[in-house]
């Protein structure tokens, strides 16, 4: 089943967990979209800087500690994902409750794993 995914803190850097992300969700047949901190392109996937009103987002995916995600809170909302997935790292109890007062699911994980464990 294709999951159209939101990167949320995708970066450039090929070490980044974020950017081994994109480049696994492409190779996984999955549809990505990213927003981070510098424009640009991860395996034909664009690196938008703001909060781009993306349609159809299945899940939103997270490389953003707990402060960051701050200014975050209702544009996730806004997009209504299925599921938001918390990387080690971007765990936050204040987003947990939001999500879950609106019936958004959400796990502590890694989306690495998950694509290779076919988990996903």
Do not use: W
Not at 21 to 31: D, F, T
Not at 57 to 68: E, G, P, Q, V
Not at 80 to 88: A, E, G, L, S
Request: glycine share 6%; charged share 25%; aromatic share 10%.
């Amino acid at each position: 089943m294709k999951k159209k995914t939101l990167v949320l803190g995708a970066s450039l850097k090929p070490n980044r967990y974020s950017n081994l992300a994109i480049n696994r969700l492409v190779r996984h047949g999955q549809p990505a979209v990213a927003i981070g901190l510098r424009k640009g392109e991860v395996e034909g996937v664009e690196i938008y800087t703001e909060k781009f009103p993306f349609e159809d987002i299945h899940t939103i995916t997270l490389y953003l500690n707990a402060k960051r995600q701050e200014e975050y809170y209702d544009y996730i909302l806004s997009l209504n994902p299925n599921r938001v997935i918390f990387n080690p790292g971007s765990e936050n109890p204040e987003l947990y409750r939001l999500l879950k007062e609106n019936g958004i699911r959400f796990e502590n994980a890694c989306t690495l794993v998950m694509l290779s464990s076919n988990q996903y």
